[in-house]
């Protein structure tokens, strides 16, 4: 079982993949199934802004690609390199559709690793 520091390592090494020329705000997720699988994904932005991809989801919809319908997140973590930030309110949701309310979440805080549950983050989750 990865724990939340190699799994915030795997979320810092893509979010210098980043295609993010017009906010430079470089962000990583990287995220592990209850399969056992390690997704990653950074966020790919547009010259039409509103196109942007977050790494969140574009992590999770990898993992969906890969694991198919069945795919659930064990525990995910997210880092913008040099700033400090919790997922956006968009993938809070994303994450809902394919994760427990118990699901550790973790990004930086006053410079340290912290872990919230998804719960903690999204307490009213919105559910077909
Ligand atoms: N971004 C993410 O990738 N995840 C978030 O949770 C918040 C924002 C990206 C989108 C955009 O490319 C840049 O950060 C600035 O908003």
């Given at each position: ?6 799994l915030?390592?795997h979320?810092?090494a893509v ?13 990583g997720c990287?995220?592990v199934?209850a ?13 039409s ?7 969140e989801?574009?992590a999770?919809f ?16 997210v ?7 919790p997922?956006?309110g ?6 809902s559709?394919?994760g ?6 973790s ?7 912290t ?5 903690e983050?999204l307490?009213?989750?919105?559910q077909?």
């Amino acid at each position: 079982m990865m724990n939340a520091d190699e799994l915030m390592n795997h979320a810092r090494a893509v979010a210098a993949k980043a295609y993010a020329p017009y906010s430079r705000f470089q962000v990583g997720c990287a995220l592990v199934t209850a399969e056992g699988g390690l997704y990653t994904g950074c966020n790919v932005e547009n010259a039409s802004y509103g196109l942007t991809i977050c790494a969140e989801r574009n992590a999770i919809f990898h993992a969906v690609a890969q694991e198919g319908q069945g795919m659930r997140i064990a525990s995910l973590a997210v880092i913008a390199l040099g700033h400090e930030f919790p997922p956006c309110g968009a993938c809070r949701q994303v994450i809902s559709e394919f994760g427990a309310p118990q699901l550790p979440v973790s990004f930086l805080q006053n410079g340290f690793l912290t872990t919230k549950t998804l719960a903690e983050l999204l307490p009213a989750t919105f559910q077909l």
